[in-house]
């Protein structure tokens, strides 16, 4: 990894260190591009601040993440799903996939968001033709024609000829980019936590759309189950301070037996839900990822995917370059973003409509 003092000029400037600018930075490893990673905290704090949530990866995003060499390090903390169980409450009927009916391992995997941040902190320092700058907040973004030039906290100065901007939905950079994002408002609360289980049906991931919202259960090996539960933003604060026994009464009620008899509960973390999505993506020499570019509401798992296959994409751009081609250059830009639009545009439309239609009052959704 590079010393501090020398960066100036760079190839590729990546600020947000999480999961994924993290994963674009080792992704970019061995290119030969010049790249600076600037991230907040230091990048065990942001292991420690992951909390209890936790991310389900598809069958393709595990894919992406052995090609980049850190699937290895995940592998052992990450807990298979090979069937997935989904219901509405009130109605008959459930829809059931399973692995083996697609002569695959597992749907997906669920990894909380810690250890994936703890392998990412791992992997960085390694990185050859990296340049890690961390704590270190970005103070100022001014692109211009040829370069954007970034000054940071310290008053070091950095001119990058491609800017990622991966800091999260409420990106500081996005807006000194002078980027607005569109938001709306689900009036929706996530209250998140893992669930101990007296023995839960092993490998089973379960979405069940209640009166209130989508309300999801992923395994974490165990007997563990990490929760997803969406309330009314009327209803947050009053979930939050309910006891434990009559917080744990109150999934078992929306959720039966079929999970199996909850035991305890961790403690709980709440999030307000909103849709935020920047069009388009790129512009000029600035590129957005992730939930800075697009949050995405949980009741799909979509969020993370979606941004690991934006982000795998643009390092595939990226390393098919001709030595001394411009990273930042609009043929670079407009390939990405005419190869990425579909998917994004299908995801998000899949996401919102399952927010906004699977509310439990239409006889005819529920069917």
């Given at each position: 990894?590079?010393?501090?003092?020398?960066?100036?000029?760079?190839?590729?400037?990546?600020?947000?260190?999480?999961?994924?600018?993290?994963?674009?930075?080792?992704?970019?490893?061995?290119?030969g591009l010049r790249v600076a990673l600037v991230e907040q905290r230091a990048l065990g704090d942001a292991v420690h601040a992951a909390g209890e949530r936790s991310t389900a990866l598809s069958w393709g995003s595990r894919q992406l993440l052995d090609a980049v060499g850190l699937w290895a390090d995940l592998e052992g903390d990450a807990a298979p799903i090979e069937r997935v169980h989904v219901s509405q409450q009130g109605h008959l009927g459930s829809v059931r996939l399973a692995a083996r009916e697609h002569s695959i391992d597992a749907l997906g995997y669920v990894i909380k968001n810690s250890r994936l941040l703890a392998a990412l902190a791992r992997s960085i320092p390694q990185i050859d033709n990296l340049q890690l700058l961390a704590?270190?907040?970005?103070?100022?973004?001014?692109?211009?024609?040829?370069?954007?030039?970034?000054?940071?906290?310290?008053g070091q100065r950095l001119s990058a000829k491609l800017l990622v901007v991966a800091d999260g939905s409420a990106s500081l950079t996005r807006e000194l980019a002078g980027l607005i994002a569109e938001v709306q408002d689900y009036e929706q609360q996530a209250v998140i936590a893992t669930l101990t289980m007296d023995a839960a049906p092993e490998c089973t991931a379960w979405e069940r759309f209640t009166t209130e919202g989508p309300l999801a259960l992923l395994p974490l090996g165990a007997n563990a189950l990490s929760l997803v539960y969406t309330v009314p933003q009327a209803r947050g604060d009053e979930v939050m301070a309910l006891g434990d026994q009559a917080f744990i009464a109150n999934i078992q009620r929306s959720m039966g037996r079929r999970i199996g008899r909850i035991d305890a509960t961790s403690a709980r973390q709440m999030f307000a839900l909103q849709r935020a999505v920047l069009s388009p993506s790129w512009q000029g020499r600035v590129a957005v990822l992730g939930n800075a570019a697009r949050t995405l509401h949980p009741v799909a798992g979509q969020?993370?995917?979606?941004?690991?296959?934006?982000?795998?994409?643009?390092?595939?751009?990226?390393?098919?370059?001709?030595?001394?081609?411009?990273?930042?250059?609009?043929?670079?830009?407009?390939?990405?973003?005419?190869?990425?639009?579909?998917?994004?545009?299908?995801?998000?439309g899949l996401t919102d409509a399952l927010a906004r239609g699977f509310r439990g009052h239409s006889l005819l959704l529920g069917h």
């Open positions: 990894m590079l010393e501090s003092n020398s960066v100036s000029d760079v190839d590729v400037a990546i600020v947000g260190a999480g999961m994924v600018g993290g994963v674009l930075a080792c992704s970019l490893a061995n290119t704590p270190r907040s970005v103070t100022s973004v001014v692109p211009s024609a040829h370069a954007v030039a970034l000054v940071l906290d310290n969020g993370f995917n979606l941004a690991l296959r934006d982000t795998l994409a643009l390092a595939e751009q990226l390393q098919g370059l001709a030595q001394g081609q411009d990273p930042g250059a609009d043929f670079v830009r407009e390939q990405f973003l005419a190869g990425r639009s579909a998917d994004q545009r299908e995801t998000m």
